[in-house]
């Protein structure tokens, strides 16, 4: 039996599922659209082949460390390099076995369904993961990895990407974006992501500024340091900055008092509400500076960021322990809406971990202000239940038109065709319903599928 | 095709389909009961045709209203009269071309279905409305408008209304409900909505209370023109009284304490927390009335009104942007039901936009309180997917006797059979799920859904 | 027609029906673990028969208590034994009749499944209750209530009973466990639930401790006791605790600042926010207590207990008047898990009524703590519904093996067959849309129906 089935994630009822495979069918080999993902410039610069299994599948992927962390192995046994030269696991080997000897933990999982769709769709295995055939699978994706075809400008051909964005440090020189467009035709774009220089208690904040400023740190060459940074980007092909908050608050706080607290924030003073007013302050200058440069403004909030401090000490940023907390917008966001909502110019594209926003607060919001547009289910939301809960809850209020389409989000290059086509998958599955039940047309829905899979996200992201 | 399938809204499986359409076809032509509504009582009073279909479908509407913001359109545009003599769309035709060329905004919602109910049902049009078909679909409503079977009167009477609730000022003189009862055998009853003499932020509260009090403004001549108003309402059919706060919150202050809030309130230097306080005494007054008078209380709270201030100056209140906000119900009632839980004479029915408290907080108070029934899903909440969320998340702990069936909530009288024919639809779809999955029996969902459609609503607002 | 369906809870979908029903077959007569619940020790160990009807299934079940309630009876009238002596229903009759008179009220309730099942399957009844039919089945389960085969003993063989916990004070001298010990060969163990002693604010706490700490109320003593009687419960077969508090608050104070705490309340002096934050150190100290004793941690947080006061003085706990409130665990666990989230020698069950948390902060939280598992859906979530909506809400994030299968939680004897059955239908529904969908493999949705069953809950409890 091959590991994937025709008719995964359709629904089980068959008149459904007719419509559904017939809708995917119209959908499937689109273009990948890939506005918003954390994949590495180097790799296209280089044109890089990947190593081996473990380093390619399990150690870069927070999804996976943090769920056989839940089982008891810790991030060392598992490949991540401590940053105090503590030991760590370097035999992929041994760390490919542990994940192949729990693959049993991630059923019903997302995770599983991705790297079920890469081992069978990319590596051509017809073989299921296990503890059995875990050196077997090993040595085929081994020396696959090492061929040509698996360079990722083959790979980013093979799997139909006409656009793909990565995320960038404001001060970035984005030489690797400079390479790729002087040599390769592929479209690797840059975003701007400034929450190191935005949030006066990021670990890095007087570093980056300081480098963001080239030493004249006043809070008016700040704000033109920034602009003049977003500017280059969008030389360099940007359309999007975004922006990862604890909490989508905004505020408008007059030139003076933002002075002041940047000038705490340089000395390391600020304390935690003054940085939440500067913080809430520089969410709407973004805005009024993408009113100016036309960047699309896309919101990240609600994460608390590395709850263990001992996995954040020990092993860094994004390790698996990032866990969401509730996130207000009505009234978070007012001031930004009452200043720029009705802007003609000006797109912001808000994402949410807490899914119990999505009907009271998220669609009614985006249902209305013309700036609004809701991004797809995020992150613990980008799974088949997730997606569906997404349409389910934001598609009464707010239509399909009031949202932008799929985002795969990720930093696990490989699995990018496979998120598209989940999100394809349940898209259709949705739309299907909404034929069978006859509260669409199939032409209906086959516009609305197309527009999904392709057309919001270019024209959302002005791509 | 026509544009309305017989099973629209039932579930495709056939099964589950088969009983959904028997049970359906049992409750579709029961007589409507609308006990909650925003009709106008004047067209009853004059017997009414409406005007062109711009003004009968898109400006009053503010669903619609909404959704064409969000994509760009101002209310200017849309034929939204502005406060301030500034300029607005005044050719209906060009207002209807707008919404008829942005049609496919509507599609997944309940919006909509019911147009296309009214549309189809009503205006018996065959045609799929969008930019080609708007003007032949704009004459034919144009022209049906005018005629005597389109005199509301004769639309009441054929759309197999029973009794409908307008929702009425405090202080009216309910001259059009007078008029209705001495000419007309229609039964149009007015409801008591005293938020304007209630909530001392209101704009209009020291207005209103002046008016309410005829210049003798001390608190107990208040509370008691208060107590003759409902009487008088009373006399007048009413059968309720509707509260639109903020919060449902509640509290009991000492007499004296409630003249010092009065006094302050009544000189404009009243504070929020002040207000808060003052209000959720009030709703605890209106509660101990309710005992008395035994008008049935409607709680409709979690909604942050106009949101945009800029509209809300421009264009006045409800205007498609009241947005939802987390509404805490399990200790805001609490003093309520401590003083009057469990009082025999009492009828208090708790409406909710934060679905989010159904299962946690509605479904539990309401499966204990004796007081205490549940509305249904309102607002962004009455569609399908909304209705169904509330069925399956207040079922299980509060069961169907504690709900009180549905309310159109709606100004848009056309809509109004729409309305309920969705309703009997997804309830009959919810009941025939359970059917299908021999959690109820046939016969006990036959009686289920003819209660739900037409004993609840009439025996919870003893009608 | 008998009242239960061989395919009840079972989808409609005929694909997906044969799915389900076949993993049900796999599980249906596996041993039922039960690690959770509150029946009576005293029971199994005097071999009792239970006594009349309404005595067995209506005055000791809030769930039937409070929806009789809702519609207006009072306590009183359905047996309740009020605690200041007023009158009160003694003839179980009468009880019986009002009961058999609303049970329609149950209809869609989870209740109404549970006593349909114990009706026919336990007292082989194949009418439907109602009014009707009250008298005869009265007069059947009386008669078989009194026989051999209704002493609780032989029902716990019937019942295929592998083990069961009940919940116990801690100061309990756990007689009638060792009676049950030395006499009998059924496994029915003690949960260590020190709530009282633990809650500063507990009605009972002063006189808990006092009796803990025989007369040396000292904080350290207090600690000692408290250990020793975990040692106590643990020789006597316990296998866990259980801590029910309001929120699930951590914190860690200095030794110094517990113990003045403790005199505090040892006085009856201690305030709401200084009683938080005691119990907030001592559900730290449990988890350090559970690392070294082995017992396994639950956490039942978020209920409003006693939310009537009326009835809570008339007629004590537990009487149906506890409502959920909404229950935050990102922040308010942090202090625990940075402490001890990484222990090998600990396992944490969490539980919640406040389904809201599922994905957003439980499912994460368990998907990363290596000491974190999710207890099912629990009181009005233990449900056909809610347990769905678990399953679809954390299986994304947190996989099946982050769970630790059914509780059933319950005081009414006769209805944990029928619990376990529910969870088990449930179970195997969610598992077959996974296969039908072709997201799991029949192979693997039984190796997980099996584990859900009966593996997880034996392996989560160290049973």
């Not at 542990?98 to 079920?116: E, Q």
């Not at 706080?253 to 340089?266: E, T, W």
């Not at 390391?268 to 940085?275: D, L, V």
């Not at 995020?378 to 997606?387: I, L, T, V």
Request: charged share 25%; net charge negative.
């Amino acid at each position: 039996m091959a590991i994937l089935n025709d008719n995964r994630l359709f629904p089980a009822e068959e008149r459904t599922r007719e419509i559904a495979r017939s809708l995917y069918n119209q959908i499937k080999s689109l273009p990948i659209i890939s506005p918003h993902g954390h994949t590495d410039p180097a790799w296209y610069a280089e044109n890089i082949n990947f190593e081996d299994p473990a380093a390619l599948f399990i150690i870069p992927d927070h999804y996976l460390v943090r769920m056989l962390c839940s089982q008891g192995y810790t991030h060392a046994s598992l490949g991540v390099k401590p940053l105090d030269n503590t030991p760590y696991e370097k035999d992929p080997r041994k760390i490919w076995d542990i994940f192949a000897k729990n693959y049993h933990l991630f059923l019903g999982t997302p995770t599983r369904l991705w790297i079920d769709y890469v081992l069978s769709e990319i590596f051509e295995i017809e073989e299921e993961l296990d503890e059995g055939s875990a050196e077997s699978i090993y040595n085929i994706i081994d020396s696959k990895l090492k061929t040509k075809e698996f360079r990722i400008r083959n790979l980013y051909k093979r799997f139909g990407i006409e656009v793909i964005s990565t995320t960038d440090e404001p001060n970035s020189a984005l030489t690797h974006h400079k390479k790729i467009r002087d040599e390769w035709d592929g479209r690797v774009i840059p975003c701007f992501r400034p929450d190191s220089i935005i949030d006066p208690l990021h670990e890095s904040f007087i570093n980056e500024v300081d480098k963001l400023c080239r030493n004249n740190t006043t809070y008016t060459n700040y704000l033109d340091a920034i602009q003049e940074r977003r500017l280059f980007f969008k030389e360099m092909g940007a359309v999007s900055t975004d922006h990862g908050c604890l909490e989508p608050y905004t505020a408008e706080l007059s030139n003076k008092q933002m002075q002041g607290l940047f000038d705490k924030a340089m000395k390391g003073q600020i304390n935690h509400g003054e940085a939440r007013e500067f913080q809430g302050h520089m969410l709407m200058e973004m805005a009024r500076m993408s009113i100016e440069d036309g960047l699309v403004m896309q919101i990240h909030p609600g994460v608390y960021r590395n709850h263990s401090s001992f996995v954040f000490k020990r092993f860094g940023r994004d390790k698996g322990v990032d866990i969401p907390v509730e996130t207000e917008y009505v009234k978070a966001l007012r001031p930004l809406l009452e200043r720029y909502g009705h802007e003609k110019d000006l797109k912001i594209i808000l994402f949410t971990l807490d899914d119990t926003r999505y009907t009271r607060e998220l669609a009614p919001l985006a249902g209305y202000y013309p700036v609004l547009r809701l991004g797809p289910a995020w992150w613990f939301n980008d799974s088949p239940e997730g997606m569906m809960r997404f349409r389910e809850s934001v598609t009464e209020t707010a239509g399909f038109y009031n949202t932008v389409g799929f985002n795969d989000d990720t930093r696990a290059f490989l699995s990018i065709p496979a998120r598209h086509d989940m999100a394809r998958r349940v898209d259709a599955s949705y739309l299907a319903r909404l034929v069978a039940e006859h509260r669409l047309s199939m032409k209906q829905a086959e516009r609305v599928a197309i527009d999904l899979a392709y057309n919001l996200p270019k024209e959302s992201y002005n791509l």
